[in-house]
């Protein structure tokens, strides 16, 4: 756009391609204002779970805005919070029975950073280290990028992000080296929580590993009492096949991150769940023992009316029927590519599937990732690779003959994986 004073997210401008302008967004599409219709097979960085614009949502947000705009928070409390909260608590695995509101998924991890120390400072104990997953992504203020890989993203922060313990990645074959690593690191009691992202480790490459490590993890966590953070951002709203990952491992988290899906991708809103021993530590006359977090728009009652439309959704609609057929057809589509040389690991996780393009050079930066990009939006895609490795994850109405355009696409693209840079 010529002219325009937008400074984009995740932008190199120097090199970007100019920016389709989007008019319009409807089901699994992106429609431009000249009427090309781009799907969207991303879920716009993975919050629009059922569809855009879901019509019960749309009437929820329309609805609200009749009686109510923006409430503080603090002092005062309003229905579609108190509802909403009620809701997720039903839904959410057992012993999550506090709902702290706040607006994106980063800042739903730092209140759950903060939680867990407050949590060991109010108890006596001054536990403060945090055990990190290798690879792991939970959001881009200076809390998240501490817990969070290291790498090109961070570089420039570095100085100011705090030392965390890293356990690997719990790769195949290798799953038992990563327990032990955090069972060594739990035994001096230092450690205040583990934070992991349940089952996917999103950003850092759609990397998938099975829900018997995070059981696993759970127990070591247990019994040095070290809190478990399940940052479930991506992960949650049926992204992995249930409605939140840790329920596949059978494991209740102490604290639990949701945003993202939470509004069904409509409003930005994100909640940290938390267990009453959490919420014990910080309840005392003692004010100083308060849990001292706050955003303006915490709570935003447009946003969590938006929510409890999404709660109904998934209550009355057949969600979960759609979540599992998807992840059917997601499994299928992808295994072409499992003995295809031009590809490795090809891999699905519910309804997230990824796989990588074999290039000279991998990561992030990897040249191919903006042609990969090109390419696919020639072809009225939207499909943004991580480096070389290209994921689908759409909303969950997409049909069956979108998945095999996307795919049929993704077949082609490899050729661009070995040429110039
Ligand atoms: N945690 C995870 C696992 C994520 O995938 C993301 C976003 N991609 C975040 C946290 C940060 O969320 P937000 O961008 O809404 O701040």
């Not at 992030?364 to 191919?368: K, N, P, R, S």
């Given at each position: 756009m010529n002219g325009s004073a937008v400074w984009h997210?995740?932008?190199?401008?120097?090199?970007?391609?100019a920016m389709p302008a989007i008019a319009r967004t409807d089901g699994a599409y992106l429609e431009t204002h000249d009427g090309r219709r781009i799907l969207d097979a991303i879920s716009s960085w993975w919050v629009v779970t059922h569809a855009h614009r879901h019509p019960r949502i749309m009437d929820a947000i329309r609805s609200a805005t009749e009686t109510l705009d923006q409430v503080i928070f603090a002092g005062l409390t309003h229905e579609p919070a108190e509802q909403l909260a009620s809701a997720l608590v039903a839904m959410a695995p057992a012993g999550l029975d506090w709902v702290f509101y706040s607006d994106s998924g980063s800042t739903s991890v730092e209140v759950a950073l903060k939680m867990a120390l407050g949590f060991h400072r109010n108890n006596g104990l001054p536990r403060s280290r945090i055990v990190v997953m290798e690879h792991s992504y939970h959001g881009d203020t200076i809390g998240t990028m501490s817990v969070g890989a290291r790498g090109v993203f961070n570089a420039a922060y570095e100085p100011l992000l705090f030392e965390v313990d890293t356990i690997a990645f719990p790769a195949a074959g290798r799953e038992q080296e990563t327990l032990d690593a955090f069972e060594r690191l739990t035994r001096g009691r230092e450690a205040a929580a583990l934070i992991v992202e349940p089952l996917v480790l999103g950003a850092g490459g759609m990397l998938m590993y099975p829900a018997s490590v995070l059981t696993e993890l759970k127990r070591i966590a247990e019994r040095s009492e070290t809190l478990f953070i399940a940052?479930?951002?991506?992960?949650?709203?049926?992204?992995?096949?249930?409605?939140?990952?840790c329920e596949q491992a059978a494991i209740a988290p102490d604290i639990l991150c949701t945003s993202k899906g939470l509004t069904g991708g409509s409003l930005p809103l994100a909640a940290t769940l938390a267990t009453d021993a959490i919420f014990c530590a910080h309840y005392s006359r003692n004010r100083a023992r308060t849990f001292f977090h706050s955003s303006s728009y915490t709570a935003n009652p447009i946003a969590c009316a938006a929510a409890l439309a999404n709660v109904g959704i998934w209550n009355d609609e057949p969600v979960a029927e759609r979540v599992a057929a998807l992840s059917r057809m997601q499994a299928e589509k992808v295994a072409r590519f499992s003995q295809d040389a031009r590809f490795e690991n090809a891999r699905t996780t519910g309804t997230i599937a990824a796989l990588d393009l074999r290039v000279g050079k991998a990561g992030?930066?990897?040249?191919?990732g903006p042609r990969l990009r090109a390419f696919f939006l020639e072809r009225g895609l939207l499909v943004r690779p991580l480096g070389n490795v290209i994921y689908v994850l759409p909303p969950y109405c997409v049909t069956s003959h979108e998945l095999d355009r996307l795919y049929e696409a993704i077949d082609e693209a490899a050729e661009l994986a070995g040429d110039k840079k």
């Open positions: 997210p995740f932008t190199q401008h120097a090199v970007e391609p940052d479930e951002v991506m992960t949650g709203w049926g992204r992995t096949g249930a409605m939140f990952a992030y930066l990897a040249e191919v």
